[in-house]
């Protein structure tokens, strides 16, 4: 548990499932307070019941649940002013959403690829945007998470707009890391491998898929939603409070050359 994050005041995007849910609950077991964004009808279930399920146990709502497209600037303003309106204040920006999709790259269309840099990239921008503005309006110190993948790092075949997307992510929080750090303002990315969410349930729904996978991974396993909750957590915590400008890479070993493992080369 981290003292400090009692009763700070979060967006977390994309919240609705997967990592952004999984993020928004530890925060709120934290005890801060919450704009829960989902983005569709698939997704608002899961924001309104953590919601309800937090709000439940405090006279105060603690969780709001709020429908945004994140990957707008309308969408971003939505979920700030959301923060303002029920909690007062902004202190962490949680730039989660993302979403995937398999083309070979001769064949990607342009929308899909559009599509991907928005929500992946310039949703990350918009809300970073909101988020500064605040800080630097209040002269507070402040804490952006942005959400990347290995994928800022390795590259992956049919997966060209994903990549470059999550590569783009890595050198924008690193770029407002320095800009803004003499303020006291962090950024940091938070790098997951493989892990077990909506955006990749139908992949890892073939055992054989599944596998081929888990054979990527020295550690032997799929992640969980927990393994990169705890971090976002610490991450937003004090406890982290000289780490800025990094990606935080948590993919059991994906990332360690494991064709390398047996000593061969
Ligand atoms: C993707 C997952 C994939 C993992 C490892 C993540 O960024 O969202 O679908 O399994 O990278 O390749």
Not at 23 to 29: G, K, M, Q, S, Y
Not at 37 to 66: M, T
Not at 94 to 109: D, F, Q
Request: charged share 20%; with cysteine; glycine share 8%.
């Amino acid at each position: 548990m981290y003292p400090d994050l009692n009763n700070k005041i979060a967006v977390v995007t994309g919240a609705g499932s997967g990592l952004g849910e999984g993020i928004a609950r530890r925060f709120l077991e934290e005890g801060m307070k919450v704009v829960v964004n989902y983005h569709s009808d698939r997704s608002k279930l899961g924001a309104c019941d953590l919601a309800a399920e937090f709000n439940a146990n405090s006279d105060k709502p603690q969780a709001v649940a709020v429908q945004a497209d994140c990957s707008t600037e309308e969408g971003a303003a939505k979920l700030y002013q959301a923060a303002i309106d029920n909690f007062g204040d902004l202190d962490v920006w949680v730039n989660n959403a993302g979403i995937e999709s398999r083309y070979e790259t001769h064949e990607l269309p342009l929308e899909v690829w559009d599509k991907t840099i928005q929500v992946n990239l310039t949703g990350v921008f918009l809300g970073s945007r909101e988020a500064l503005k605040h800080f630097i309006k209040k002269g507070k110190p402040g804490n952006i998470i942005n959400m990347s993948s290995v994928h800022e790092k390795i590259p992956w075949p049919t997966f060209a707009a994903y990549t470059a997307s999550k590569g783009g992510v890595k050198l924008f929080t690193q770029t407002i890391a320095l800009e803004y750090a003499s303020r006291n303002i962090r950024a940091n990315c938070i790098a997951p491998g493989a892990i077990e969410t909506p955006i990749n349930a139908e992949k890892f729904a073939d055992p054989a898929a599944r596998e081929q996978t888990q054979s990527m991974i020295p550690a032997d396993r799929i992640g969980k939603v927990n393994d990169i909750s705890e971090a976002a957590a610490w991450l937003a915590s004090d406890q982290s409070n000289y780490m800025t400008g990094q990606s935080l890479i948590i993919d059991g070993g994906m990332t360690l050359y494991p064709s390398f493992e047996r000593g061969d080369g």
